[in-house]
């Protein structure tokens, strides 16, 4: 590390929390929520890494019958929510801050996960190849296009997640419409040729991720509920004809809401998809802008310097290195994510990351 890294180390004011710190944990799935239970080695991985500024844990479940993953924690039901409030209450008396993401898979819920529950989307069309989950590998199949009647349905569960995260403990919300997932399967055109109010042109292709937000907002302030998007990724099949454009839409049309935080992906998993999603974020969008994926410590610090962002989230960083924060401002050398462990189902990899007090 050689940039001057004290942006990272600034407050930062969102709602009435304030952050010590630039740091995020991005939201990160590891698959360690058996039957889709909070549980105590999760309670135990979060709170070693309250040093961040914010927490945003991994993608949580609002409806039943959606998993993608097999382990995904949900939010669902009153079970997890008081699993959850063990672990917020935790974070919280490790002085931490933590936000629930919030998600529906939609054409990536696996069947075979689901008691054979058909998946959903904006259109019938399924993502190529099998998904791969801790329990198997297994073949995406062709979703069925969603009615109005089903989108209200999607949601109401989005607020009673929202509504339950609450109860739960949380500090707030992040909205997932990022990574192919159901909200961001309506924002791009490679996934939605629908001609009814939810698709066809710009208003169209983002009105399920205003209506969720809305129903959001009607449980949570606007400044503890963020959303996350990933305009370039091609990661479950996903494709924009022009991403710099929907971000410059997004941007123009979520200023008004005042959130506390915008999350943006800067690349694509798949290295296909190039372009600057970052300037015109940063040019368009006035509330605090939150960058991820593939920075450094320095390139964090020269991006807060620079004012291109105002956070930026860390996701096998955090992983590796559960004082993240900690590490950096000493120099002390990193520890090294171990990618054979991201999805395992036990503490290896997972809560065994030696902290530099150990």
């Known amino acids: 590390m050689t940039a001057d890294i004290t942006p990272l180390f600034q407050p930062l004011t969102i709602g009435d929390m304030q952050l010590p710190n630039r740091f995020v944990m991005a939201p990160l799935t590891r698959c360690r929520a058996i039957n889709h239970m909070p549980n105590a080695l999760m309670k135990e991985y979060y709170t070693q890494r309250a040093s961040a500024g914010l927490i945003i844990t991994e993608c949580t479940m609002v409806s039943p019958g959606t998993s993608a993953f097999a382990h995904e924690p949900g939010i669902y039901n009153d079970e997890q929510v008081a699993a959850w409030k063990e672990i917020t209450d935790a974070v919280h008396a490790r002085g931490g801050r933590i936000f629930m ?13 689901n008691n054979n529950q058909a998946p959903v989307s904006a259109e019938p069309t399924a993502i190529s190849g099998t998904a791969r989950t801790p329990v198997g590998e297994f073949p995406y199949q062709t979703p069925e296009a969603l009615t109005e009647a089903g989108i209200r349905e999607i949601i109401k569960d989005f607020r009673t997640g929202a509504e339950n995260a609450r109860k739960a403990g949380f500090d707030g919300v992040e909205i997932h419409a990022a990574n192919g997932y159901l909200i961001d399967q309506f924002l791009r055109d490679g996934s939605n040729h629908r001609d009814d109010e939810y698709g066809n042109h710009w208003h169209g292709r983002v009105k ?3 209506d969720v937000l809305e129903a959001v907002l009607s449980v949570w302030d606007n400044r503890h509920v963020g959303i996350r998007i990933s305009p370039l990724n091609g990661f479950n099949d996903m494709k924009d004809s022009d ?20 999350h943006i992906m800067r690349g694509d998993f798949r290295g296909e998809q190039l372009a600057d999603v970052v300037s015109p974020a940063t040019e368009i969008y006035k509330g605090q802008l939150m960058v991820n994926m593939g920075y450094t410590p320095d390139e964090a610090a020269e991006a807060l310097a620079d004012h291109v962002a105002d956070l930026v989230s860390f996701g096998s960083a955090f992983i590796a290195n559960p004082d993240l924060p900690e590490r950096v401002r000493t120099h002390a050398p990193l520890n090294t994510p171990d990618p054979a462990t991201f999805y395992s189902q036990g503490p290896e990899g997972y809560t065994d990351y030696p902290s530099l007090s150990a």
Not at 101 to 113: D, F, M, T
Not at 243 to 262: F, G, K, T
């Open 101 to 113: 993401q919030i998600w529906h898979a939609g054409r990536a819920a696996v069947p075979a996960l």
């Open 208 to 210: 399920l991720l205003t």
């Open 243 to 262: 991403p710099v454009a929907l971000v410059r839409y997004l941007c123009s049309h979520l200023n008004p809401y005042d959130l506390a935080y915008l």
